[in-house]
């Protein structure tokens, strides 16, 4: 289960990963047990490659 200071510290993750990626993150919510994220990604990647680097 997540705590406050785990989302705070998945949520810093999110946009360092959004960054790097020239992603741009719309929207996050981070539950104790899951999270939803919608970005805004340059082209037609694959999904499971975008979830895969959010994950990683």
Do not use: C
């Not at 993750?13 to 919510?29: G, M």
């Not at 047990?33 to 919608?38: A, E, S, T, Y």
């Amino acid at each position: 289960m997540l705590s406050l200071t785990h989302a705070e510290t998945l949520l810093a993750q999110f946009q360092e990963t959004a960054s790097y990626r020239k992603w741009t993150i719309r929207a996050v919510a981070i539950m104790f047990n899951h999270f939803h994220i919608v970005v805004a990604v340059p082209g037609d990647p694959n999904p499971s490659k975008v979830l895969g680097d959010f994950k990683a």
